[in-house]
């Protein structure tokens, strides 16, 4: 797996600023630390997607989320999905709050940025299942994204049986360890024209920190 270093800039939120020679040596060799460190796992179930808005299921979930359904309208399946790096990121993020606020970030965005590019990587394999024939997969969708209520969660990596297949458990919180950790329902059905992967523009999240903008001619003042 290769680190998106673009996505990595953008969750330290530089925007499009190149970082300078010192912070580009600190930020390859924060790269190569949590290379060494990730365990990769994920777990994917196809089930068929019953009724329609307001209340339908997805496989065993009962659902009334709006812009989920708009995400999966038309599919007649979805794959109940899950994905780790592993812990091994959570005790190097432990070892550098207490080595450097920087390398902290640094660790905090490159975990990001490979836990979505290894979804990414996932979401090319269901398409080479038989089941998945000649049909597109949609956004991958969250729990507490838009109206989807984080306590979806539960019954998600329940019937996953995420902690056994993956090794992702669920705090009472509802927050997921370890902590580069994703679930997901992800519409499987005809091409639509929709992204199976996420696209700021056409996210209604408009103050989102990360929300990826146009490129812009960045300068130097000088100073």
Same mark, same amino acid.
């Given at each position: 797996?290769?680190?998106? %270093?673009?996505?990595?800039?953008?969750?330290?939120?530089?925007?499009?600023?190149?970082?300078?020679? =010192?912070?580009?040596?600190?930020?390859?060799?924060?790269?190569?630390?949590?290379?060494?460190? =990730? %365990?990769?796992? $994920?777990?994917?179930?196809?089930?068929?997607?019953?009724?329609?808005?307001?209340?339908?299921?997805?496989?065993?979930?009962?659902?009334?989320?709006?812009?989920?359904?708009?995400?999966?309208?038309?599919?007649?399946?979805?794959?109940?999905?899950? $994905?780790?790096?592993?812990?091994?990121?959570?005790?190097?993020?432990? %070892?550098?709050?207490?080595?450097?606020?920087?390398?902290?970030?640094?660790?905090?965005?490159?975990?990001?940025?490979?836990?979505?590019?290894?979804?990414?990587?996932?979401?090319?394999?269901?398409?080479?299942?038989?089941?998945?024939?000649?049909?597109?997969?949609?956004?991958?969708?969250?729990?507490?994204?838009?109206?989807?209520?984080?306590?979806?969660?539960?019954?998600?990596?329940?019937?996953?049986?995420?902690? %056994?297949?993956?090794? =992702?458990?669920?705090?009472?919180?509802?927050?997921?360890?370890?902590?580069?950790?994703?679930?997901?329902?992800?519409?499987?059905?005809?091409?639509?024209?929709?992204?199976?992967?996420?696209?700021?523009?056409?996210?209604?999240?408009?103050?989102?920190?990360?929300?990826?903008?146009?490129?812009?001619?960045?300068?130097?003042?000088?100073?």
């Amino acid at each position: 797996m290769t680190v998106d %270093r673009a996505e990595v800039l953008r969750y330290m939120r530089m925007g499009h600023v190149q970082p300078d020679a =010192i912070l580009e040596t600190r930020l390859s060799a924060v790269e190569r630390e949590v290379l060494s460190v =990730i %365990r990769p796992t $994920a777990y994917w179930q196809l089930v068929p997607v019953e009724g329609s808005y307001p209340s339908y299921r997805v496989g065993s979930l009962e659902l009334t989320s709006e812009r989920l359904w708009k995400t999966i309208a038309g599919c007649r399946h979805a794959f109940l999905f899950c $994905a780790t790096l592993g812990a091994g990121v959570d005790a190097l993020l432990r %070892r550098c709050g207490h080595r450097s606020a920087a390398d902290l970030v640094m660790v905090q965005a490159v975990s990001t940025a490979l836990i979505e590019t290894f979804c990414d990587e996932c979401q090319e394999k269901m398409l080479q299942e038989p089941a998945v024939c000649g049909e597109s997969l949609r956004m991958r969708f969250s729990p507490g994204y838009g109206d989807l209520s984080l306590e979806v969660q539960k019954p998600l990596l329940t019937a996953l049986d995420s902690s %056994r297949r993956a090794g =992702i458990t669920l705090l009472d919180s509802l927050l997921m360890v370890p902590s580069k950790s994703v679930s997901a329902i992800i519409g499987v059905g005809p091409a639509d024209g929709q992204t199976a992967r996420h696209d700021c523009r056409h996210c209604a999240k408009t103050d989102c920190a990360f929300r990826a903008t146009p490129p812009t001619s960045a300068g130097h003042d000088g100073a």
